[in-house]
């Protein structure tokens, strides 16, 4: 991330403020105080006031989760500082390598995590459910919007017929489509009977650490309320792509979870509704047509074949998930 002269003097700023050497580096989208011990994240914040007021508060209550950051609170006792219109959060820097789920042993870690932030996240949430509403996803009214996004990101790619993306994406969105309606109207019929909790959302590789074999969670901006099996899926969909959709892959991720953070009744017709949705292909549609991120052609390119390929595989994978409840 690429950050200019008046962003740097604010940083400085923010550091100072927190009585910490203005001495950093850079590391991705953190900077880092390498003079102190434990060394101390600066984060700039990309959320609004209250996300960023409740990553707080669940920072805050580190010492009943271990596996989060412990919160570094302002002078005045705030969880984040306010400067010249931006937030910053600062916390202590967990130690640790970057996960990898090629390996066994950290896609067991990531699983254990989850169960055991659920636990803590599924309490605060309980302590005040209505502090956290605002964060509530919900499918019935969500993936309406999102399919609603893919009509429109089919109209603008059959203006562009001539790019070679438009053609890939036309070429399979009537197969995405039917999958998104078809779980559309499943959907209204599944009861989620089981409370729900903050989620993680978000268990890609880079937002997991791993320290002496226990994973970390650091980055929480895309949090939200739901079901517990909307963390599953999306670690699961992660496992998934890495093995392109593989059944072996399937009956190993589930075995893991079954082992360490086991199935309710009923979940695993939910996980095959959540992994149903195509979150993937709604997503880089929206961010190609809609948001237009000038990406390079051969990122977009990378993008496809990692998150979009392997249909029929995906299609045998469902299969099999309906057919085990």
Request: with cysteine; proline share 5%.
């Amino acid at each position: 991330m690429a950050v200019g002269n008046k962003q740097l003097h604010e940083i400085e700023s923010v550091f100072d403020s927190y009585h910490i050497s203005p001495h950093y580096r850079q590391f991705g989208s953190v900077f880092l105080a390498p003079s102190r011990k434990p060394l101390f994240v600066l984060k700039p914040l990309k959320v609004g006031t209250v996300r960023a007021y409740l990553t707080g508060e669940l920072l805050s209550q580190q010492e009943r989760c271990p596996i989060i950051p412990h919160i570094v609170k302002t002078a005045t006792g705030a969880y984040y500082r306010w400067q010249h219109g931006n937030r910053y959060l600062v916390t202590e820097k967990i130690p640790g390598r970057v996960a990898d789920y090629h390996s066994d042993k950290d896609f067991k870690a990531a699983i254990i995590a989850m169960s055991s932030f659920h636990r803590f996240a599924g309490q605060v949430l309980q302590s005040n459910p209505k502090r956290w509403a605002i964060l509530q996803f919900c499918p019935k009214s969500q993936w309406p919007k999102r399919i609603k996004e893919m009509e429109i990101c089919r109209e603008r790619a059959i203006r562009f017929q001539d790019d070679p993306f438009s053609r890939k994406y036309l070429k399979m969105w009537h197969c995405f489509y039917e999958l998104a309606f078809r779980v559309l109207q499943t959907l209204p019929c599944e009861s989620l009977s089981a409370a729900p909790t903050i989620c993680y959302h978000d268990w890609a590789f880079h937002n997991v650490l791993i320290k002496n074999g226990q994973a970390h969670l650091i980055d929480f901006d895309d949090m939200i309320v739901d079901h517990s099996i909307h963390d599953r899926v999306n670690l699961i969909s992660r496992y998934l792509r890495l093995h392109q959709w593989a059944t072996s892959a399937l009956l190993k991720a589930l075995w893991n979870f079954d082992r360490y953070y086991q199935w309710q009744k009923g979940e695993l017709k939910l996980l095959g509704l959540y992994l149903s949705f195509p979150y993937e292909y709604w997503m880089l549609g929206r961010q190609y047509y809609i948001e237009k991120q000038p990406w390079s052609r051969s990122f977009y390119q990378d993008q496809w074949q990692r998150k979009i390929g392997f249909f029929e595989e995906r299609l045998k994978i469902l299969d099999l998930i309906e057919s085990m409840e």
